[in-house]
Each structure stands twice: as structure tokens, then as C-alpha cells.
T-cell receptor, first 115, second 113 residues
Framework: NAGVTQTPKFQVLKTGQSMTLQCAQD?????MSWYRQDPGMGLRLIHY???????DQGEVPNGYNVSRSTTEDFPLRLLSAAPSQTSVYFC??????????????FGAGSRLTVL | GNSVTQMEGPVTLSEEAFLTINCTYT??????LFWYVQYPGEGLQLLLK?????DKGSNKGFEATYRKETTSFHLEKGSVQVSDSAVYFC????????????FGQGTRLTINP
């Protein structure tokens, strides 16, 4: 059981370039989300989705786009990378059921550096 | 809005020492509270949780009690091991739903043999 899979693990971009961070889960979870982790700031929610075709903004959505065309996949797109987007990005998922809704399963992270 | 404040790290202890990592929160109503742990090179994983006042979450020798009167959820362990070295995050979930977890800044713990 793979859980939550993120690719790539590492990426270096130049300012202005675009890229997509991939996230896939095989647990049939309804909820998926993207967080960024910065030193001294914990994790901050970028975007989230409560099901296929439904997405919403989190705390720090500017500069990022998402879509949810399938239950399994939730890619995060950087349209024009900026140095402020240098961070570690985590994808997470959870079940909508009563016992699962509180618990997030995280991917291993994607470290992005924007020069 | 909701917020979580953790004690600043890093924290360095010797093996078998007693551990406390402080966590306080600000939230309306009755949030659910969590501790997540991040081992080197890995994503976060749930360590323990409590969903109502006076609940005690426990796992792997770690404990935390949901104290509404002091708005706290301090993490404790009686005897730490080298393998406990990691970053620990306190988090809360308010009324907005499962995905809107609010995290503290994290506390890096190093245990020396």
C-alpha cells in the first residue's frame, strides 16, 4: 500500500519558470490538500479538495493552482515561480468518514528551490 | 482565527530523560488537538490526538491531555530514546473541516545517547 506519493522529491527552478508537483493517493480518500513547510512557521495550507471536481483555497494560495479531476490525483501548479516559493511541499489526504476525518496521511515531501 | 503556539526549540536531552514540549492554542469552540511527528527525511505522521476536553491521547509512550481551562495540549514522555529524535508539531482542527489543520511552528528534539 503506497499511501500518498509525491513527485519529484527535489526540484530546482529559475524565477519565472512553471512546474507541477504531483500527488497521488491509493486509499480512496475524499480529502486531499497541499501544505508548505518553512523554517519557524510550521505547515501552512495552500489549497485543499473535498472531492473530485471541488477545490478551495487555504491560508497561502497565491501563486499556486490546483485541480482535482480524479479521486486519486491532486497536482499543485506553480505558474511563475518566485524565490519566496522556495519551500518543502507536503501533500496530505484523509477519509471523510467519522473515524478518519481527523487524521491526515502525508506524503514524503517535495523540496523546491527557486533561484 | 485559530492558532497554535509551541515552545521554541531546538530541545536536546540525554537518553532516558523526561520530555515536555509545551503547546497552547487559541480557537473558538471545541477544537480537536493533535501531535504529529516528522522523522528525518519523511513526511509527518500522527502521533496522538484528543477530540474533547480532558481527553488524554497516548502512543509510543507519549501522552498529552486536552486542557480547556488552560488551552493547552503539552506533549510528555517519561523516558526518551535516541529514536525519538524528530520534529514534533502540535496542531488543531476547528469547525472548518478535516483539511484545515492549523499547525504550530514545530519543535526539533534531539536525544543524545
Amino acid at each position: 500500500n503506497a499511501g500518498v506519493t509525491q513527485t519529484p522529491k527535489f526540484q530546482v527552478l529559475k524565477t519565472g519558470q512553471s512546474m507541477t508537483l504531483q500527488c497521488a493517493q491509493d486509499m480512496n480518500h475524499e480529502y486531499m490538500s497541499w501544505y508548505r513547510q518553512d523554517p519557524g512557521m510550521g505547515l501552512r495550507l495552500i489549497h485543499y479538495s473535498v472531492g473530485a471536481g471541488i477545490t478551495d483555497q487555504g491560508e497561502v494560495p497565491n501563486g499556486y493552482n490546483v485541480s482535482r479531476s480524479t479521486t486519486e490525483d491532486f497536482p499543485l501548479r506553480l505558474l511563475s515561480a518566485a524565490p519566496s516559493q522556495t519551500s518543502v511541499y507536503f501533500c496530505a489526504s484523509s477519509s471523510a468518514g467519522e473515524s478518519g476525518a481527523n487524521v491526515l496521511t502525508f506524503g514524503a515531501g517535495s523540496r523546491l528551490t527557486v533561484l | 482565527g485559530n492558532s497554535v503556539t509551541q515552545m521554541e526549540g531546538p530541545v536536546t536531552l540525554s537518553e532516558e530523560a523526561f520530555l515536555t514540549i509545551n503547546c497552547t492554542y487559541t480557537a473558538t469552540g471545541y477544537p480537536s488537538l493533535f501531535w504529529y511527528v516528522q522523522y528525518p527525511g519523511e513526511g509527518l505522521q500522527l502521533l496522538l490526538k484528543a477530540t474533547k476536553a480532558d481527553d488524554k491521547g497516548s502512543n509510543k509512550g507519549f501522552e498529552a491531555t486536552y486542557r480547556k481551562e488552560t488551552t493547552s495540549f503539552h506533549l510528555e514522555k517519561g523516558s526518551v530514546q535516541v529514536s525519538d529524535s524528530a520534529v514534533y508539531f502540535c496542531a488543531l482542527r476547528g469547525f472548518q473541516g478535516a483539511q484545515k489543520l492549523v499547525f504550530g511552528q514545530g519543535t526539533r528534539l534531539t536525544i543524545n545517547p
